[in-house]
T-cell receptor, first 114, second 111 residues
């Protein structure tokens, strides 16, 4: 298994600003994922972040809006740029441990944009 | 495009009842299916993982079944308790690794 922490746990931000969310894992993992859960909706994958390469973004998500860093095998950041109220969501980090099929999730970051 | 649907969206039962949560998916070419529990402020907890070649998995009072050909899975909770109150999410995985989620079933178990 993997223990994942995220910072911040929640934040309230003003329109037009940016927020960086941190994800820390207690073990080295190859694949890390960032998901978004809008109010009343299912989780949607934003991007897959692998160490040493650029993140791979899903349809509808772009690097300019959601830049991702993956400096090592235990850490990643997601930035939500130029925020609007539509970005108000829970953002979750997820990992898949080597050789396992189960994905583990962090506690999430609840973002409210005014 | 894979779509995952969960029925019902919400369910309220008295303590002690057995209950079934339903999940359906449109593309039967899945790698595996996973049931999660989501508690406010605590993220997602993996409950059961069923590989595409399996028919069911059991953990304690939980039993999950998978019928890949019909695109359905069920999560059976026996003898429900107030502590089971949470949102239950079903997710299917493609071979590439990411999960596709349903919107969840919000369960409330009343003492």
């Amino acid at each position: 298994s993997a223990v994942i922490s995220q910072k911040p746990s929640r934040d309230i931000c003003q329109r037009g600003t940016s927020l960086t969310i941190q994800c820390q894992v207690d073990s080295q993992v190859t694949m890390m994922f960032w998901y978004r859960q809008q109010p009343g909706q299912s989780l949607t994958l934003i991007a897959t972040a692998n160490q040493g390469s650029e993140a791979t973004y899903e349809s509808g998500f772009v690097i300019d809006k959601f830049p991702i860093s993956r400096p090592n095998l235990t850490f990643s950041t997601l930035t939500v740029s130029n925020m609007s109220p539509e970005d108000s969501s829970i953002y979750l980090c997820s990992v898949e441990t080597g050789g396992a099929d189960t994905q583990y999730f962090g506690p999430g970051t609840r973002l409210t944009v005014l | 495009k894979q779509e995952v649907t969960q029925i019902p969206a919400a369910l309220s039962v008295p303590e002690g009842e057995n209950l079934v949560l339903n999940c359906s998916f449109t593309d039967s070419a899945i790698y595996n299916l996973q049931w999660f529990r989501q508690d406010p402020g605590k993220g997602l907890t993996s409950l059961l993982l069923i590989q595409s070649s399996q028919r069911e998995q059991t953990s304690g009072r939980l039993n999950a079944s998978l019928d890949k050909s019909s695109g359905r899975s069920t999560l059976y909770i026996a003898a429900s308790q107030p502590g089971d109150s949470a949102t239950y999410l079903c997710a299917v995985r493609r071979s590439q690794g990411n999960l596709i989620f349903g919107k969840g079933t919000k369960l409330s178990v009343k003492p």
